[in-house]
């Protein structure tokens, strides 16, 4: 088996894919590399696995370099199958290992590989682990790109196994990025254009934790190893993720009936203020609609917000949204949203309304048919107020609203 060593007792023992490789509803033609690492200490670790279809060819190769039932740990950054695809066929084998991940990800590989059976560690950010002669830290990085996401860092080799963060997706034969004369940005920026950027917000609180660390060599799982400059790449993905000015700006109508819908409203703007993403906000009770239509006009963003009594809209929030269609909404975004006790029917009758007038109306179907993230919804209900419960979804919301008007 070939085996690449990368560092004292640390092997790359992946897959390259040569293959035009389906992948969130794309064809990567440049194929992609499944990165497993092999850290032979004392109580020997495997940092991730390989593709689901590469299993049993993986578990063979690796039996070739090491006694399975040697593996004391496996560390699954990430659960999604090109990362952990390999776990059932080396769990099987690797009977004295025990799974180290994070708390959802626990339930997500019992149920994907049938390891209801297994012993698991869960990790939270700043958790070590002693694996004989070398020490792992974990670091979660939640939504990058789904929930259940960490990276590891080993502290005495000072490398960082970043997951899909810092990923490019090329069967590269080389490994490292300074063994190519390629320029490899361009592929580089790629990746994060499409599984990163979506998410930046937490690419921001990503670069924040890694940049206390004194890393030398970052290792991610899908294509080059860097081995030099790994700041340069983590100071890539902090300038790409940042806010970037706008001259775009919001808009937030709102009716509310007890207030619990103007404190929403409110925190919008609070929110996008924090961006520097200029907003207004208006009261459609108290000012014309004719005003109204001319905010309306000079907005990217518009967020359509209605308290609930007796399953219906209060104030006169429906005059207005029936003045919609003689409304130009090209290019324009809509939000529904709204405060309710029981059920919330006027939230989603905003919904229609805004889906009728044609203008792009967001919604949760589409979120995660183009993100894959499936705790942003809309319309954002939010059961009487803004509390610790319902908090982190509206915050998830609003985070996927931002992008969208600085991506436009
Ligand atoms: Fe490399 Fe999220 O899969």
Same mark, same amino acid.
């Given at each position: 088996m070939k085996t690449i060593k990368?560092?004292?007792?640390? +092997?790359?023992v992946g897959k390259i894919d040569n293959r035009d490789v389906p992948f969130h509803r794309l064809t990567l033609t440049k194929g992609t590399t499944y990165n497993s690492y092999l850290?032979?200490?004392?109580?020997p670790t495997i940092i991730d696995t390989v593709d689901f279809a590469f299993g049993k060819e993986y578990v063979d190769n690796l039996e070739q370099i090491i006694?399975?039932?040697?593996?004391r740990y496996i560390v699954i950054n990430h659960s999604e199958p090109d990362h952990s695809g390999g776990l059932r066929a080396l769990a099987s084998k690797a009977k004295n290992a025990v799974i180290v991940c994070t708390e959802p990800a626990v339930y997500e590989l019992k149920e994907m590989y049938k390891l209801h059976d297994r012993e698991f560690l869960t990790v939270r950010t700043g958790d070590t682990l002693d694996i004989g002669g070398k020490t792992l830290e974990f670091y979660v990085t939640p939504?990058?790109?789904?929930?259940e996401t960490m990276v590891t860092y080993c502290d005495e080799d000072?490398?960082?196994?970043?997951c899909d963060i810092f990923s490019t997706h090329i069967a590269n034969?080389?490994? +490292?990025?300074?063994?190519?004369?390629?320029?490899?940005l361009e592929d580089f920026k790629v990746y994060y254009q499409l599984i990163m950027h979506p998410h930046r917000l937490y690419v921001q609180d990503m670069v924040k934790i890694i940049s206390k660390l004194d890393i030398k060599v970052i290792a991610p799982s899908h294509g080059y190893i860097f081995r030099e400059n790994a700041k340069n790449y983590i100071n890539l993905y902090d300038e790409m993720s940042k806010d970037t000015p706008t001259n775009k700006k919001g808009l937030v109508l709102y009716s509310s009936l007890t207030g619990n819908t103007k404190k929403i409203s409110q925190e919008i703007k609070k929110i996008y203020d924090a961006h520097l993403i200029d907003i207004d906000i208006i009261d459609v009770n108290k000012v014309a609609i004719e005003d109204i239509k001319k905010a309306i006009e000079v907005a990217t963003i518009i967020f359509f917000g209605t308290s609930s009594k007796y399953a219906d809209m209060v104030g006169t929030l429906e005059d207005l949204l029936k003045e919609?269609?003689?409304?130009?909404?090209?290019n324009k975004i809509g939000v529904a949203f709204g405060s309710f006790g029981w059920s919330g029917e006027p939230i989603e009758i905003v919904q229609d309304y805004l889906i009728k007038s044609g203008v792009k109306t967001l919604n949760t179907s589409e979120v995660i048919k183009t993100t894959?993230?499936?705790?942003?919804? +809309?319309?954002?209900?939010?059961?009487f107020s803004l509390n610790d419960n319902n908090r982190h979804e509206f915050d998830r919301a609003l985070n996927y609203t931002i992008d969208l008007v600085t991506g436009l």
């Open positions: 990368l560092n004292d007792n640390t +092997f790359w850290i032979k200490t004392e109580k006694d399975l039932m040697e593996i939504y990058l790109h789904t929930e000072r490398t960082l196994y970043s034969e080389n490994y +490292f990025a300074d063994m190519t004369d390629e320029d490899i919609l269609p003689n409304i130009n909404l090209d894959g993230m499936i705790d942003v919804k +809309f319309p954002i209900r939010v059961r």
